[in-house]
């Protein structure tokens, strides 16, 4: 992914107090991707040639205002495009690890934060992230990891079992042991733990 300079201003200006919050994702071409990797550009753009979904990367706040949705539906959820409250995560223990590979493991969690109440903020014209190409990773045939999805459907469960809640024991302790050292936070889990709690509330 590579976002908009505005991205995550945009994130913290449309976040609402039990939304999550969804932006778009127009996908680059395979020569703009190969030349970002080259390092051979840059800068990326709506005047991308063949950007798919060319409208979704006009940003304006306006357009914004005029046609983000507030909704409670699975439909076009993306995981690589999305910020959510950490009270909200926890709650229903983050993302289900039985997931292995392409699957929707998105989709199952986003299942579970409109089962508890939390809606999502469909944000269009900001919040933007361009999408690298790749071949689709997607199985052919039957994804077996879509009983995973159904089952949440069916049960409406609210929060998974093999979470992020087998981790939190360890990251606490970290930035627990690195404040009481007075050192700055260094463990990748601690830091990323220390720098939601400004979500927090």
Known sequence: MVLDRHFIEDHISCARPACFVQGTRPRLSRSVTERLLARQQILVSVFSPGLESRPYAIRSVLLSLA????????????GCNQSFWRKHFLEVNGYDERFR??????????ARLLHTGVQRNYVRHRAIAFHLYHETRAPTGTNPFDSLLLETLRTRAKR????IDQHIELTDAA????????????????????ASESWSD
Not at 102 to 109: A, L, S, V
């Open 67 to 78: 046609t983000s949705r507030i909704k409670s539906s699975l439909g076009g959820i993306q």
């Open 101 to 110: 590979g392409w699957g929707p493991e998105d989709r199952e969690f986003a």
């Open 160 to 163: 998974c079992v093999h979470g």
């Open 175 to 194: 930035l627990r042991a690195e404040r009481l050292n007075g050192v700055p936070t260094r463990h990748p889990a601690a830091a990323a733990v220390a």
